[in-house]
């Protein structure tokens, strides 16, 4: 099990921005899919988005569709959410997620983790991510 570290999380006020980073030690990093996914107080971890192990396609939660990215540089083993017109429901612990299972693609990450529990992904050590109004 390879670690996955993020970085880039803190305070913004609503409508500013925030990019979270997720490096992996993996050598095979390429080949996996990665995600984001959250976790606000009280509520379960909810899927956020994914990308394939080449990052030419990806899939995103409707609620962060059009206002979050996600992408990845395999030449840095680095995977990257850009966050923008971020409101107060974004406030939640964001983790980076690895798939453990090569070569799948970004629809499959969400629904594992919904049919079988995080213990079916890699994850980092989550980045609190806070909006304020």
């Known amino acids: 099990q390879a670690p996955l570290v993020e970085s880039g999380g803190g305070s913004v006020q609503a409508g500013g921005s925030l990019r979270l980073s997720c490096a992996s030690s993996k050598h095979t990093f390429s080949r996996y899919t990665m995600g984001w996914f959250r976790q606000a107080p009280e509520k379960e971890r909810e899927f956020v988005a994914a990308i394939s192990g080449s990052g030419d396609s990806s899939d995103y939660a409707d609620s962060v569709k059009a206002r979050f990215t996600i992408s990845r540089d395999n030449a840095r083993n680095t995977l990257y959410l850009q966050m923008n017109v971020l409101n107060s429901e974004d406030t939640a612990v964001y983790y980076c997620?690895?798939?453990?299972?090569?070569?799948?693609?970004?629809?499959?990450?969400?629904?594992?983790?919904?049919?079988?529990?995080?213990?079916?992904?890699?994850w980092g050590q989550g980045t609190q991510v806070t909006v304020s109004t």
């Open positions: 997620a690895a798939d453990r299972t090569p070569f799948t693609t970004p629809q499959t990450l969400g629904p594992k983790v919904l049919n079988w529990g995080v213990e079916v992904l890699d």
